[in-house]
């Protein structure tokens, strides 16, 4: 799990993996080394990010200013900061890591 959750300076970087358009927004575990989210919105016009990061506020308990794309807007595979949190935090609200499939 080190490879996709990082610690920046009381923050937490998170390797994130969407799959948009699917029936509902949940996560569903790890797709390699990346946390894998169900997205219900599409990825036109920003809606996937934006509801990834609203739906990563409200899974960590965070304002939803809290959450930023770091790299990724464009595609599937995202870098994603959330603010104020600690990786022991982050790491309890996660599914359990099984290693890359």
């Not at 790890?30 to 934006?50: F, I, S």
């Not at 304002?63 to 930023?68: A, G, I, P, T, Y």
Request: with cysteine; net charge positive.
């Amino acid at each position: 799990m080190s490879s996709c959750i990082k610690d920046r300076s009381g923050n937490v970087e998170l390797r994130v993996y969407c799959q948009p358009r699917a029936s509902k927004t949940e996560i569903v575990g790890w797709h390699g080394d990346a946390l894998k989210v169900r997205l219900v919105a599409p990825p036109v016009e920003g809606r996937a990010n934006m509801e990834l990061c609203q739906f990563l506020s409200r899974h960590f308990g965070v304002l939803r200013q809290e959450v930023h794309i770091l790299s990724g807007k464009g595609g599937r595979q995202k870098r994603v900061l959330i603010k104020g949190k600690a990786i022991k935090d982050i790491q309890d609200r996660l599914p359990l890591w099984q290693g890359p499939k």
